[in-house]
């Protein structure tokens, strides 16, 4: 899996009326541009050569930042990122210290989403904005069918983290459920001075944040032996929506009688009748798995050990030699997420 080094994006708004329209550009074409103005936290104007245009950002820039874009998608709403910033300034580092702040969760955000929805706290919105939004939550990927053949790979394709890889590609017959490029669509139809759109402007500016944090984490230089892959899952249910979060580890094998890499999948997870879950599940080239799980509360620990049995019957039918299967009380010994540069501050005065 690749996660291409996208995202310090800009998504370019439609030009007011009466603007002149933008040119055609084409995906893979590079752009001079400046930063000229600011008019919202995550709203920039950038002056790209006879143009003058508005754009939606999480990355932080300052006036008079002279940019280097690459076109990602063509069309009437532009997607381009940033390819090169200022002489001695690095783009990555830039971009996380700008989404760090202003990222949450995805469960807290789409319960936030979920609930404004429900309880009509954006009855004033544009039709555009609330049909954008019925449709970013319609097209969740069901809870009761992710486990289903297929399904899973699916909810990961259309996280958000493969976004650009897909426009880059030409790929746009895959957008409709992709979570990135639904929360673009709705942000760029929200007024920004609303007092409607406000709470739901700035969850969604997280939402996109937190994506784009997790596509970060996978650019940023990883041990010399391991590329990791993050990502969140959220899950539509009757009554709101969960959030599986999915970390992959691609890491060399130790021993003289290794072949080939091994995988590691850390999955965590919490549902009302069992509480926080973790799992980690171990892959090698030669299809041995083990599965090692945590249910923090004791009762769905014991539920789960009862069903094993079936964990292994399942991961044995698929072809596996089934290695470790067990299932703890408590937490696991370590903290699955990410690791990010630590040259984020400058502590110096």
Not at 35 to 61: C, D, H
Not at 63 to 69: E, H, K, N, V
Not at 111 to 140: C, E, I
Not at 169 to 190: C, F, M, Q, S, V
Request: charge should be neutral.
């Amino acid at each position: 899996m690749t996660v291409a080094p996208t995202a310090a994006t800009f998504a370019i708004l439609p030009p007011a009326g009466g603007a002149a329209a933008l040119p055609a550009w084409q995906p893979g074409q590079r752009l001079n541009a400046v930063v000229v103005g600011q008019s919202a936290p995550q709203t920039v104007s950038l002056r790209i050569g006879a143009y003058t245009v508005e754009a939606n950002t999480s990355t932080p820039l300052a006036l008079r930042t002279p940019l280097q874009l690459e076109v990602v998608q063509g069309g009437a709403q532009p997607v381009l990122r940033i390819v090169q910033t200022a002489p001695g300034a690095d783009p990555l580092t830039t971009a996380l210290r700008g989404v760090l702040p202003q990222q949450l969760p995805l469960q807290q955000v789409f319960t936030v989403l979920h609930g404004l929805f429900n309880a009509s706290g954006v009855g004033g919105l544009p039709a555009p904005a609330l049909h954008l939004f019925k449709q970013l939550l319609d097209r969740l990927p069901g809870a009761d069918r992710v486990f289903q053949t297929g399904a899973l790979q699916q909810a990961l394709d259309d996280s958000g983290i493969l976004l650009e890889n897909k426009l880059s590609r030409g790929d746009r017959t895959r957008l409709d459920g992709d979570i990135k490029a639904n929360l673009l669509r709705l942000l760029a139809t929200l007024p920004e001075d609303d007092q409607h759109g406000g709470d739901l402007r700035r969850s969604v500016s997280a939402a996109l944040a937190r994506i784009e944090l997790h596509q970060l984490s996978t650019l940023t230089e990883p041990a010399r032996d391991i590329t990791t892959v993050t990502a969140e899952l959220p899950l539509r249910r009757p009554d709101g929506v969960d959030v599986f979060q999915l970390q992959i580890d691609k890491h060399s094998r130790q021993g003289d009688d290794a072949s080939g890499p091994a995988w590691t999948v850390w999955l965590n997870f919490e549902i009302a009748s069992l509480g926080p879950v973790h799992a980690k599940l171990t892959l090698t080239t030669d299809h041995q798995v083990s599965s090692l799980l945590w249910a923090e509360q004791p009762a769905a620990s014991a539920l789960i050990t009862r069903h094993l049995n079936w964990l292994e019957q399942a991961l044995s039918a698929a072809g596996l030699t089934v290695g470790q299967l067990h299932c703890f009380t408590g937490s696991p010994p370590r903290d699955p997420s990410p690791k990010l540069p630590s040259q984020l501050v400058d502590m110096r005065a």
